[in-house]
C-alpha cells in the first residue's frame, strides 16, 4: 500500500512515503458519547508524529484502537498491513506501546520485568538475554538492572518502558504522553532518544499536550479536540495556515522611520506589519526574511541595531487555531 | 474536519477478512502461567498460609495417632482416618481444610486482576501479542497449580507420618481414597479461587474484592446453615405433622444446603474418605433392608456416591470462571 496522495509539505524529510500505519473514519462511541469522531490518520516509515490535544479529545482511545486494544465502533484500521480488531497478535508483535504512567511490578528486578515480556514475545531465551542486555545498557540502567523496580525514579521507568520497547525491535513505536511527569533534563534526554529511534527508521507516533516539545520531534502534528483531529500537517505549514505566515521578524532600527517601513513592507513574502514604533518594527512573514529584512533597513538609509526571529510556535497555532474555531472563523 | 490533510481520498482498506481473531488465544499462556507461579510461590502471603496449614496438618495427625495407636490391626482404612477423625481439642483434618482452602483461594485470586490495573501493567502487558484469554486463564491455571502442589505437598507429608507413625504402609483402596479426596479438595479451591478471580475483575479495589470474597466465604460457612432452615421451612412448612410433610421439609432443606459448596465438600469428602458411609441425608427402613451395617461399601460404589458431588464442585469452578471470562473480555482495558 504505497501512499501517493498526500501533499509534498506533509511528506517526512525522508521522502519515504510506505504507508505503515492508516486509520479511515475511525470512529469510537461509548454510549451516546463520542470518543473518536471519524479520524482519518496516515503515517508513512519513519516520520514523528504527535497527536496534541487537551485531556479528553480522544487521543487515547485512538492508540488503544490502533493497537486493537479496543474494537472501534465504525471505521477501519490498518497497521502494517494488518487489521489489529481481527489480528491483533501480528500487529502487537510489531508495535511498541509505551503507556502513560508506565508501570511494572515493583518486587522484580528490571531484569526480571523484561524478561516476562520477552517471554510474552515468544522470544527464545538467549535472544531475550542478548536484547535484554543490550536494550538496559542503551537505556543507561545497567547499573540497576538487577535492582527490584520499586525503587526506580519516574525517569529510570520510563527508560526502562523505552527498554521494553526496544525488545521487540518494532517497526513502530507508540508513545502516550512521555513527556509527562519527567523534570526538563529527562525530557529532553526523551526528545533525543525519540529523533534517534526516528534516525533507526521507526515510525512514532506519540501524543502530548506539551505543546513544546511535540514541536521539537514531530514531522506532523494533528490537533485534536472532542474526539476529531481538526486539523493536521508540519508545524510550519500549519503556522501558514493558521497564523497566515509563520514567522515574526523583530527589526530595530534608527533612522527614517516612514521609509523603513515602506521598505519592509516591498519586501516580497512579508504579509504585514504588526507594529511600528520608534525604532521598533514587527513584521510578519511566510519565511525566515532576516537577510533580506536587513538589506531593506541599510537601503532604506537606516541603521540596523537589532534583528530577532520567532520560529511559528505551536502553542500559538493551538491558541489561534481553537479562538478561530469557537469564533466561527473555521468551520 | 475541512482542514485535515488525509481526508483526501485514502481507499479503504476494504480486503478486512470476515469476522474472527487470527492467532491462537493461548498464545503466551505458559509465560503468564510460570510468572504467577513463581509470584505465588514467592509471595509472603502464601508462605504464611502456608505454614498454617502445615502446622494443621501436623497437630490433626499427631492427634489422631494418640487415638488411633491401639486399633490399627483392626481398622482396615487406618489411613483414612488420618484425615477425618477428630480428637479434642482437634477438629479432624477435613474440617480445617474445608475453611482453610477458600482463605488461601481467595488470598491468591483477590488480586489478580485489579492488581494488574492499580499496578498499571495491564495495558503494558496487554500490549503484548497475547490475548486476554491467555492472560486470565494463565493467572487462573496459576493459582489452581499453586494450590494443587500446596495440597499435595501437604497430602504426601501425611501420607509419610501415617507410615511412621503407624508403621505400615496404605494399601491401595486407601491410596486411591485418598486421591479421589485430593482432586475434590483442589477443585472445592477453584470456586474460591474463580470467585476471586470474579470479584478482582469486577471491583477496581483489591481490598474491596478480598472483602468480597471473604463475605461469601463467611455467608456460606456460618449463616447459610440458618437460612438453609429458614427456606426450607417456608418452602415446605409442615401443617398436619405428617410424616410425608417433615421427609418433604427435611429434603428441601438438604436440596437448599447444597447450593453452598461447602456442603459439597464436606458430603464429597464424606464419601469417599469413609467407605461406610452409604448415602447422604437421611436413610429410610426400606432403603436399609439387607444391609449389614458398618460395612464399608467397594471403592467403585463410594466413588458413585460422591460423584454428583465432585462434578457440582467441578462445574461450579468452570461456571464462576466463565463469568470472570465474560466480565474481562468485556471490560475496558484504559486505566
Known sequence: MVDKSTKPASAPPQAATET????????????AAVAVDNLN?????????????????????????LLGLTEPTAGAVRVLGFDPARDPLAVKARVGYLPDSVGFYDELSARENLSYIARLNGLAYATAQQRIRTAIDRMGLSEVIDRPVGTFSRGMRQRLGVAELLLKEPEIIIMDEPTLGLDPEAAQGFLKLI???????????????????????????????????????????????????????????????????????ALPGVKKIEAAERDHFVIVADRDLRADAAA????????????????????????????EATNGAIA | MAQSLELSSQPAPSDAPARGRKGSPWTGLWAVVGKEM?????????????????????????????????????????????????RDPF??????????????????????????????TMSRVLAQPIYRDALLLGKFLAGLFTLSLVLTAIWLLIMGMGILGLGLPPNGEEVARS?????????????????????????????????????????????????????????SPVTYGLPEEILRQLQTEQAISRLSPNTLYVEATLGILNPAVRSFGILLPS?????????????????????????GLIAATILLFALAYVLFQRQEIRA
Not at chain 1, 41 to 65: C, D, H, Q, Y
Not at chain 1, 313 to 322: G, Q, V
Not at chain 2, 101 to 118: H, K, M, Q, R, T
Not at chain 2, 189 to 211: D, E, H, K, N, Y
Open chain 1, 195 to 265: 529523533r534517534e529511534l526516528k534516525h533507526e527508521g521507526i515510525t512514532i507516533l506519540l501524543s502530548s499536550h506539551l505543546l513544546h516539545q511535540v514541536q521539537a520531534v514531530c514531522d506532523r502534528v494533528g490537533l485534536f479536540s472532542h474526539g476529531r483531529m481538526v486539523i493536521s500537517g508540519a508545524v510550519a505549514e500549519l503556522a501558514q495556515r493558521i497564523l497566515g505566515g509563520g514567522y515574526r521578524i523583530v527589526i530595530e532600527a534608527s533612522g527614517d522611520h516612514r521609509a523603513i517601513q515602506t521598505a519592509l513592507l
Open chain 2, 179 to 235: 486421591l479421589i479426596f485430593l482432586v475434590a479438595t483442589i477443585f472445592y479451591g477453584g470456586i474460591w479461587l474463580a470467585l476471586g478471580m470474579v470479584f478482582s475483575t469486577v471491583f477496581r479495589q483489591p481490598a474491596t474484592a478480598a472483602l468480597a470474597g471473604l463475605s461469601v466465604w463467611l455467608f456460606f460457612t456460618i449463616f447459610w446453615g440458618m437460612v438453609t432452615s429458614l427456606l426450607a421451612r417456608t418452602l
Open chain 1, 41 to 65: 490518520l496516515t503515517l508513512t516509515r519513519g516520520e514523528v508524529f504527535g497527536m496534541l490535544g487537551p485531556n479528553g479529545a480522544g487521543k487515547t482511545t485512538t492508540i488503544l484502537m
Open chain 1, 20 to 31: 505503515v500505519l492508516q486509520a479511515v473514519n475511525l470512529t469510537k462511541r461509548y454510549g
Open chain 2, 287 to 311: 432403603q436399609l433392608e439387607g444391609a449389614v451395617m458398618g460395612a464399608p461399601l467397594p471403592l467403585a460404589q463410594s466413588a458413585l456416591l460422591m460423584w454428583p458431588q465432585l462434578t
Open chain 2, 38 to 86: 513463581a509470584d505465588h510461590l514467592s509471595s509472603v502471603r502464601m508462605q504464611i498460609l502456608e505454614v498454617l496449614i502445615l502446622l494443621t496438618a501436623v497437630g490433626a495427625v499427631y492427634a489422631v495417632m494418640q487415638n488411633v495407636r491401639q486399633t490399627v490391626s483392626q481398622d482396615p482404612f487406618i489411613f483414612l482416618r488420618l484425615f477425618t477423625t477428630a
Open chain 1, 296 to 323: 531593506a533597513v541599510v537601503g532604506a538609509g537606516g541603521s540596523l541595531i537589532g534583528l530577532d526571529v520567532e520560529a511559528p510556535s505551536l502553542d500559538e497555532i493551538y491558541a489561534t487555531y481553537f479562538k
Open chain 2, 91 to 120: 477438629p479432624a483434618f477435613v474440617g480445617f481444610l474445608s475453611f482453610l482452602v477458600p482463605l488461601i483461594a481467595i488470598a491468591i485470586s483477590f488480586d489478580a486482576i485489579n492488581g494488574e490495573f492499580s499496578r498499571r
